[in-house]
T-cell receptor, first 111, second 119 residues
Framework: EDQVTQSPEALRLQEGESSSLNCSYT??????LFWYRQDPGKGPEFLFTLYSAGEEKEKERLKATLTKKESFLHITAPKPEDSATYLC????????????FGKGTSLLVTP | GAVVSQHPSRVICKSGTSVKIECRSL??????MFWYRQFPKQSLMLMATSNEGSKATYEQGVEKDKFLINHASLTLSTLTVTSAHPEDSSFYICSATIIPGQGAQETQYFGPGTRLLVL
């Protein structure tokens, strides 16, 4: 069974304190690993798509990396406005373009 | 970037009534849209894949007679929750994928969600 597991479930950082969120996946035929940000009561906001091990993508304070078993979302010098739930999702070969989501990491950045 | 809209953003209804939720792709055509459901502090669970001009494909455990999906055009999919009950109260989110040309990044865009409360 395809599984996407995120850790930690919740993370509290001080402003400027860098850290990483983990997304491990056990899927048959990965076709893409997606990262989203979700604010309370809103739909997910697209961040990155990664396709192959070794790939990296960056956007402002965020950098996503991918290995054959997991993906990391590195947050460098976070700010309070980075507080949100971060979701990762896998697209697999037998699901068309539908996504299989992890449960998310709730990030709180305090001033 | 591409925009997906949903209407209404929130709805409160009585048990036994039906509720229709619209999902529109505003600046692109989407032959396939997806409907997800999200319970509090849970992740998104795929309910069904909506295909323009054909029947929707439902995930295991999702009642197709209860959650009616119609994808009448390349920019509109609707989800109707029939005979809604309190346990159907949830956050319903649609999405659409832009399938890129060669070398471009595949992106699945999500709507803002519809909060359904059934009393």
């Amino acid at each position: 069974e395809d599984q996407v597991t995120q850790s930690p479930e919740a993370l509290r950082l001080q402003e400027g304190e860098s850290s990483s969120l983990n997304c491990s996946y056990t899927v048959s035929g990965l076709r893409g690993l997606f990262w989203y940000r979700q604010d309370p009561g809103k739909g997910p906001e697209f961040l990155f798509t990664l396709y192959s091990a070794g790939e990296e993508k960056e956007k402002e304070r965020l950098k996503a990396t991918l290995t054959k078993k997991e993906s990391f979302l590195h947050i460098t010098a976070p700010k309070p406005e980075d507080s949100a739930t971060y979701l990762c999702a896998a697209r697999v070969s037998n699901s068309g373009y539908a996504l299989n989501f992890g449960k998310g990491t709730s990030l709180l950045v305090t001033p | 970037g591409a925009v997906v809209s949903q209407h209404p953003s929130r709805v409160i209804c009585k048990s036994g009534t039906s509720v229709k939720i619209e999902c529109r792709s505003l600046d692109f055509q989407a032959t396939t849209m997806f409907w997800y459901r999200q319970f509090p502090k849970q992740s998104l669970m795929l309910m069904a894949t909506s295909n323009e001009g054909s029947k929707a494909t439902y995930e295991q455990g999702v009642e197709k007679d209860k959650f009616l999906i119609n994808h009448a055009s390349l920019t509109l999919s609707t989800l109707t929750v029939t005979s809604a009950h309190p346990e159907d109260s949830s956050f319903y989110i649609c999405s659409a994928t832009i399938i890129p040309g060669q070398g471009a990044q595949e992106t699945q865009y999500f709507g803002p969600g519809t909060r359904l409360l059934v009393l």
